[in-house]
Every structure is written in structure tokens, then in C-alpha cells.
């Protein structure tokens, strides 16, 4: 139990110094301490469909993730595992070694690669649709994996789940501080979700009531920086092969033309109408009725009050 706290530990502490595309890798490594193990994958996807939207494989070619795709349908774990969600399996209990060793499954997935052991395990997001699936494996068949390893891969996996979405979150989405107020997710072309903030599926439950989750309620717009889907300003980027996608809700200074903004902001930093105005290469009269316009359309009525709305809503 020492040894598992300890390995929990380093994983939130110390995976945040690792950079997202080598924390899977990193991650199993330091599993192996708990339990040891030839080669693993580690595979995230939607769980109504039967193949991974990416997927890291270790200590066996890459061949082996389309290997176990195309025997989905004839492997008996697989069923054990998506009904008990966060329970660890190994094959031999779903599968008697006379049966398994004798099987189609056997011959056409595990024995090409030399896996002769499995221990799995299903993670799955309800609100989100995302799936994960955790395997370890072992080449030796003598070397059964134990009951005392199951347990401990039931809780060292949940911790690697989250571990993973929290440092990948922390790298690759962290907002830039005027972005704070928007939440993000990674998805496909399709809008298939794949990473979520919690925070970003109460906005969708909240806006699209009718949503059922695992893909977005509205279509992608890669070409547009910032658009406006019921009242959630949406903002997208590629990364790789997918797109960040970033959403906040419509706010007061949505209400405000461009110019409206740059007077409002120059004075929330404290500028007087004349620098505002030979900033802005406007005239002093004309920054004030910028901003008394503005102050109409916010609903304040003094720069504090000004600021302090601003302040909130960036």
C-alpha cells in the first residue's frame, strides 16, 4: 500500500514535468515497480465505437493496436470489461487456458506478438462517451498475473487516467490569462470528444439540454477563429490530426463594437480620455461618447464599476 501512494503521488506531482505525448510511456514505466510486466496498451476512444482514437502501445510493434481491433468481436474480456467498468480482468478468467490457448483469438492476435498473459481494465467517462481501456501483458506463460495485481491495477489505473487528462490539459490547453474564463476539449474532425473538462460539459448540458454527450451538439468550423453557437462564443485550433476546441458564454462586453472595446479597456488600464484619444487617434469628444455608449450598454455608470465588471468577465 506504501508503494501504491507513493507511485499516486508521483504521478501528479511528477508528471507535470512531462511533456503530454511522453507521459503514457513514462507513466508505465513507473508501473512497472508495482507490477511487472512485458508490454502494455494503453487506448482511449468513445465506447459505443470498437476502435481507439489513439492509442500507445509499449514493448510490442504498433501492429498489435490493429491486431486486438480486428478480434474485438471474438474476445470474451472485452464484454467483462465494458459491464464492469474500473474492474480489472485477467483473460485466463473469462477464457480457460485450454479454450484460449487452442483459439482463434490465441492464433490470429496474442501468439504473433508472444503475449501469453492479460490483465485489463475499462475506464469510462458516462457524461463524455470516453473510453480507455489499460492492458498489461506478459510473454511468459508460466508468469500468471495475481490476484493481489489485479487490485493493485484497479487502483493505480484510475490514477493514471486522470493523471493523463490532468497534464494534458495543464500543457496543451492551459488559456492564456484574458482566456481564463474558457473551458476546452479536444476532438476529431467529427467533433467526436476525445479530452474534457468537466466544466466544459456543463456548459454544453446547460446550452444544449437535449445533448446525450460523446460528440459535439454543433458543427466544427475550423476556418473560423471565433464564432458564436447559442450564445457560447466557440474558438478552435489543429493540434495534430485533431482541434482544441475553447468555449466561454456570451458576456456583456460581447455587447460592444471593437472600437467600444479599445476605449473601455484603455480606461480600465487607468488612461485618461486625451491619451486614450492620441492612442486611438481619436479625438478626446470622441473617446467620451465611445465610452458613454459603452457605459450604457453595461449597465454601469463610473469607471470603477466599469472596471470591476470587466475585471470579472476577463
Known amino acids: 500500500m506504501k508503494f501504491l501512494q507513493a507511485f499516486i503521488s508521483n504521478l501528479y506531482r511528477g508528471g507535470v514535468d512531462i511533456a503530454p505525448e511522453d507521459f503514457q510511456a513514462w507513466a508505465l514505466n513507473e508501473l512497472k515497480a508495482l507490477i ?3 508490454a502494455a496498451v494503453w487506448g482511449m476512444g468513445n465506447a459505443k465505437r470498437a476502435k481507439f482514437h489513439n492509442v500507445m502501445v509499449q514493448g510490442l510493434p504498433s501492429s498489435y493496436a490493429v491486431a486486438i481491433e480486428q478480434t474485438t468481436a471474438i474476445n470474451p474480456i472485452y464484454p467483462v470489461l465494458s459491464g464492469n467498468i474500473g474492474k480489472a480482468a485477467t483473460m485466463d478468467e473469462v477464457f ?3 479454450e484460449f490457448y487452442a483459439s482463434e483469438l490465441y492464433h490470429r492476435t496474442f501468439n504473433p506478438f508472444g503475449v ?3 490483465l485489463s481494465i475499462g475506464h469510462a467517462d458516462p457524461r463524455s462517451g470516453l473510453y480507455t481501456l489499460l492492458s498489461l501483458y506478459r510473454f ?11 487490485e493493485i491495477h484497479e487502483a493505480a489505473s484510475y490514477h493514471l487516467v486522470q493523471a493523463y487528462s490532468h497534464v494534458f490539459f495543464l500543457h496543451l490547453t492551459r488559456p492564456k490569462p484574458k482566456e481564463r474564463h474558457k473551458v476546452s476539449a479536444v476532438v476529431d474532425r467529427e467533433g467526436v470528444l476525445h479530452e474534457t473538462e468537466p466544466a466544459f460539459l456543463d456548459l454544453l448540458e446547460k446550452h444544449f439540454p437535449d445533448w446525450t454527450g460523446m460528440k459535439l451538439p454543433f458543427e466544427l468550423s475550423p476556418g473560423n477563429e471565433r464564432y458564436l453557437v447559442n450564445d457560447l462564443y466557440i474558438s478552435m485550433r489543429p493540434i495534430a490530426d485533431l482541434y482544441l476546441v475553447r468555449m466561454r458564454e456570451q458576456g456583456p462586453l460581447d455587447e460592444l463594437t471593437p472600437r467600444e472595446k479599445e476605449v473601455v479597456f484603455a480606461v480600465c488600464r487607468g488612461l485618461s480620455h486625451k491619451e486614450i484619444g492620441r492612442q486611438l487617434g481619436l479625438a478626446p469628444t470622441t473617446v467620451s461618447s465611445h465610452l458613454y455608449r459603452a457605459y450604457g450598454k453595461l449597465g454601469v455608470d ?6 470591476r465588471l470587466v475585471h470579472n468577465q476577463h
Open 116 to 118: 501469453e498473459r492479460i
Open 302 to 307: 463610473s469607471r470603477s464599476a466599469l472596471a
Open 140 to 150: 511468459d506463460r508460466a508468469h500468471r498475473f495475481t490476484p493481489q495485481e489485479k
Open 36 to 38: 511487472p510486466f512485458d
Open 96 to 98: 480457460p487456458d485450454e
